[in-house]
């Protein structure tokens, strides 16, 4: 099963920009398989020693969720929403054929599929927008948020791909595939997933800085032309075909900027979400412990709207990860929510001295950046596709950890000490 686990993990995240819901099924899949793997003895159930705080803040944030949602509504709902949810538990299960294998050739295989993924992206994104006629990419998401925060996610991934060691030809694959999901970003339309990607890429480039450097200099001039050329064609090929898309949403957002300041009652994009933040932040200091449940979180804003919602709009989401959830849980959920985005970062920093440590550091920024910067102003969670492919990320990230702690012999209490 070790020697299957890195076609299986580059699989899945080649699968995680271009194929929309059919990617959380195969996660599913890849889940149940590995709890029949834990039943008739072909995995072993291992301690998550220093991925522990990773697996059990993902338990609290459900645990918290659901039991809110017990107590504001009926049953039967909390447990429909508490199933649509499942996905912060799958890691509990899928790390352990995780554990099994090389970290290192873990990310190989992760960097890899995150390579094809991001080939592939621009052949997605076009298509869908010709066949629909939609002057915005959704890919088979079907929806721009979650489609800009899978091609952020795999920008990043593709980008950390780049190493010295590779061959030429990778490397440019690689750099292709970072140029291709990043246009996916572009074209997505999604003015919120943007700024995101300049972290993104910074961020891997700090990481990869030293081989960067001592890869330039151990080259030709030739050579050192040859890539300078290369990337700015690169460039100049995702400005280009992004330019439309992005020059189209800047001029939305002056012109709803210019509305909003002389009538906030008119509604736009920047008016009904100043207008839901505002609502949003009256509704939580109305139930500021435990929130309203996810049921009741609309009808919690419905007395705070003013004027720009005239009845006919509504949302399952506040546009903003921090006040849907602090509706709807109130303190207790926003303490779990940063607990869970907190702990995969805090974990590969206590762990980045190990073999994989560095690069499973980089990971673990590149997937919380991907997802809370346009979280802060769209959906980031509670969307089959984002919690699928944040499962999937998170049970790789800790299953390395416990590889780790196998490998070097680390006692479990001592890994969470």
Not at 162 to 167: A, C, I, K, Q, W
Request: charged share 15%; aromatic share 10%; hydrophobic share 60%.
């Amino acid at each position: 099963m070790a020697e299957r686990n890195p076609n299986a993990i580059a699989l899945s995240f080649a699968l995680v920009p271009i194929a929309g819901s059919l990617a959380g099924f195969v996660y599913v899949l890849l889940v149940c398989w590995a709890a029949i793997s834990l039943v008739v003895g072909r995995l072993k159930w291992r301690s998550f020693g220093a991925a522990a705080p990773i697996l059990w803040s993902h338990v609290a944030f459900f645990a918290v969720l659901f039991l809110v949602d017990l107590i504001k509504a009926d049953p039967v709902v909390a447990l429909r929403e508490a199933g649509l949810r499942l996905f912060f538990l799958m890691p509990l299960i899928a790390v352990h054929r995780v554990a099994i294998s090389d970290p290192r050739r873990v990310f190989d295989a992760v960097f890899k599929g995150a390579v094809i993924g991001g080939l592939l992206v621009p052949v997605v994104a076009f298509g869908q927008m010709i066949v629909t006629g939609e002057p915005r990419a959704a890919g088979l998401a079907g929806n721009a948020g979650p489609f800009s925060i899978v091609c952020l996610l795999t920008a990043g991934l593709a980008a950390l791909a780049l190493e010295g060691r590779r061959t030429p030809i990778f490397n440019a694959l690689a750099l292709l595939a970072t140029a291709g999901a990043s246009l996916g970003v572009v074209l997505s339309g999604m003015r919120g997933a943007w700024p995101a990607l300049f972290i993104v890429l910074a961020l891997v480039l700090w990481f990869r800085r030293g081989e960067i450097a001592s890869s330039w200099r151990g080259s030709s001039l030739r050579r050192r032309l040859m890539v300078a050329l290369s990337g700015l064609a690169v460039l100049a090929a995702v400005v280009v075909t992004g330019y439309g898309v992005a020059l189209d949403r800047i001029a939305q957002f002056v012109t709803d900027f210019r509305q909003l300041a002389t009538d906030a009652d008119i509604a736009s994009s920047l008016s009904l979400r100043a207008e839901m933040y505002q609502a949003g932040v009256e509704a939580y200091l109305d139930a500021p412990l435990i929130g309203v449940g996810k049921p009741g979180l609309w009808d919690a804003l419905k007395p705070h709207l003013g004027a720009a919602f005239d009845g006919s709009y509504g949302f399952s989401h506040l546009h903003n990860i921090f006040l849907t959830v602090g509706v709807q849980a109130g303190l207790l959920g926003l303490l779990a929510l940063v607990a869970m985005l907190s702990a995969p970062i805090l974990c590969a920093y206590r762990t980045r001295m190990r073999p994989a440590g560095r690069v499973r550091l980089a990971a673990a920024l590149v997937l919380v950046i991907a997802y809370l910067v346009p979280g802060l102003t769209n959906i980031m969670f509670f969307h089959d596709i984002l919690d699928a492919v944040w499962a999937l990320s998170i049970w790789t990230i800790a299953g390395t950890i416990m590889s780790e702690d196998r490998d070097i012999g680390v006692d479990p209490q001592e890994a969470r000490a």
